[in-house]
């Protein structure tokens, strides 16, 4: 008997009109990067797409945003609070999952495919913005990519609903320490 996967078909997440209509500054972004078809290179898109079928507190978006670069900086102009998720080749065990605290484009990890060049751009376009959003990054590690596949390994699959948990656990934090402060 084999172990049968559930392969999930993207879904569209939002439009960028949704997130611009109306203001976003006390909101928080959930925002995954990576590119699905290179295996757990994508595993931050996974996530996005796991979310969409999960309750979310009020004032929490999520945005798949692929290989995004600079097609993503009107989201750190709109959010005061912005949550990144993205695979890194760390060194860890697969699956370990980390939480960082970037104050330079040069904190973030090396990403894994041609993500790596329009992301790292933007983050530096955005450390240049006269106001910069609170940036958290959940980095999940990976072994490497397995081009042209949606699969995710067992250990990118397992560490997502984990990494799901610690980030809705962040965003309680956060809204509470805003509330208490405002």
Known sequence: MGISRIVRTPTAVSSDAFFFEKDKSQSILVLGVGNYLMG???VGV??????????????VDILDGGTGGFLLLNCFEAY????????TMDGQPAGTISLIRPKFAADFPTAL???????????EA?????????????TISVDGVT???VELSPEAEAAIPETIKQILTLIAG????????S
């Open 113 to 123: 495919s041609v993500h790596d060049v329009g992301l790292k751009d933007m983050i």
């Open 147 to 149: 081009p042209m596949t």
């Open 126 to 138: 955005v450390y240049l913005m006269d106001v910069k959003p609170d940036i958290h990054l959940f």
């Open 174 to 181: 956060l809204q509470g320490a805003f509330t208490t402060t």
């Open 40 to 42: 757990d290179e994508g």
């Open 80 to 87: 005061k609070t912005v949550i990144f998720v993205d695979a």
């Open 46 to 59: 996974h996530l996005i797409q796991q979310m969409a079928d999960k309750p979310l507190p009020e004032g």
